[in-house]
Every structure is written in structure tokens, then in C-alpha cells.
């Protein structure tokens, strides 16, 4: 009997939606991250290569903190009804990105561009998942009528 579709709650569907979907997304910014490094690599100079590498990584790194902290965020305490201390972690990630790119760059390792540019590994991620997306409604017609 739990195995009939009515007995599954909405919640639980869309909290598994959430996990594929992030997954997704990750599994995206790891190989566009990894597929610019590896073009990089061939065609430019070690600090433009370098600046999209540590670009990509702290993109990730951003996108897995900014989950947990918006998480913690809406998380909130039955007693006070105010967020979770951990949504301190919404600010300091920016100051993490930042004191690493701002080093990074002094001691001249990474080129900027290359380092913002790899930061934006999560827009094409997105435009992947929207393409996916957007193919499945044509094939399965959903949102037709």
C-alpha cells in the first residue's frame, strides 16, 4: 500500500526534486569548470588558467555556502522565531571570495578576468539545466494547453 502515488507526501517529491536538481547543477559547474581549464590550458598563459581554475573552485565553494546559509536563513528557531546563528555565513563568504581573489592576485598567481570569469561557472550550469528543462517540456508536452 505505500507504494500507491496518494500515499507520497508533496513535500518529500519536491524535497528529492531539490536534490536532483542540485546535483545538477554542481555536476554542471564541475565540467564547465574543468572543460575551461582544459581549453585554458592548451591556448593560454598558467595565470589566466590558474585565475579560472581557482575561479570555478571558489564558485562552487560559493554556490554550497549560499545553499546552507539561505538554509539556515529560513531555518528558524521555534523559541525566538529569528534565523539560525549560522546565517552569519551569508556575509563572510563574501569576505572569504574576496581575501582570496584580493591575495591571490596580488601575488600576482592569477589573472583577474580569468578569476571573475570562472566565478560565473554557475550561469552556464543554470543555462544547462534550463535547456534540460525546457527539452522535456517540448518532449513531453507538459504545459501544452
Same mark, same amino acid.
Given at each position: 500500500?505505500?507504494?500507491? @502515488?496518494?500515499?507520497?507526501?508533496?513535500? =518529500?517529491?519536491? %524535497? =528529492?526534486?531539490? +536534490?536532483?536538481?542540485?546535483?545538477?547543477?554542481?555536476?554542471?559547474?564541475?565540467?564547465?569548470?574543468?572543460?575551461?581549464?582544459?581549453?585554458?590550458?592548451?591556448?593560454?598563459? !598558467?595565470?589566466?588558467?590558474?585565475?579560472?581554475?581557482?575561479?570555478? $573552485?571558489?564558485?562552487?565553494?560559493?554556490?554550497? !555556502?549560499?545553499?546552507?546559509?539561505?538554509?539556515? *536563513?529560513?531555518?528558524?528557531?521555534?523559541?525566538?522565531? %529569528?534565523? $539560525?546563528?549560522?546565517?552569519?555565513?551569508?556575509?563572510?563568504?563574501?569576505?572569504?571570495?574576496?581575501?582570496?581573489?584580493?591575495?591571490?592576485?596580488?601575488?600576482?598567481? *592569477?589573472?583577474?578576468? +580569468?578569476?571573475?570569469?570562472?566565478?560565473? @561557472?554557475?550561469?552556464?550550469?543554470?543555462?544547462?539545466? +534550463?535547456?534540460?528543462?525546457?527539452?522535456?517540456? *517540448? *518532449?513531453?508536452? =507538459?504545459?501544452?494547453?
Amino acid at each position: 500500500m505505500n507504494q500507491i @502515488a496518494d500515499s507520497v507526501k508533496p513535500e =518529500e517529491l519536491v %524535497r =528529492e526534486a531539490d +536534490a536532483a536538481l542540485d546535483s545538477r547543477i554542481v555536476r554542471a559547474m564541475i565540467v564547465v569548470t574543468v572543460g575551461a581549464v582544459i581549453v585554458s590550458s592548451a591556448f593560454s598563459s !598558467w595565470r589566466f588558467t590558474a585565475g579560472l581554475a581557482l575561479g570555478g $573552485a571558489l564558485s562552487l565553494l560559493n554556490y554550497r !555556502w549560499l545553499h546552507s546559509s539561505v538554509a539556515a *536563513i529560513f531555518a528558524l528557531n521555534d523559541r525566538t522565531q %529569528r534565523p $539560525a546563528a549560522r546565517s552569519s555565513r551569508y556575509l563572510l563568504r563574501y569576505f572569504v571570495v574576496g581575501v582570496v581573489v584580493f591575495t591571490s592576485y596580488q601575488l600576482q598567481l *592569477i589573472s583577474l578576468p +580569468a578569476t571573475l570569469a570562472g566565478l560565473c @561557472a554557475f550561469v552556464p550550469a543554470l543555462m544547462f539545466e +534550463a535547456g534540460r528543462e525546457f527539452y522535456f517540456v *517540448i *518532449i513531453h508536452r =507538459e504545459g501544452s494547453y
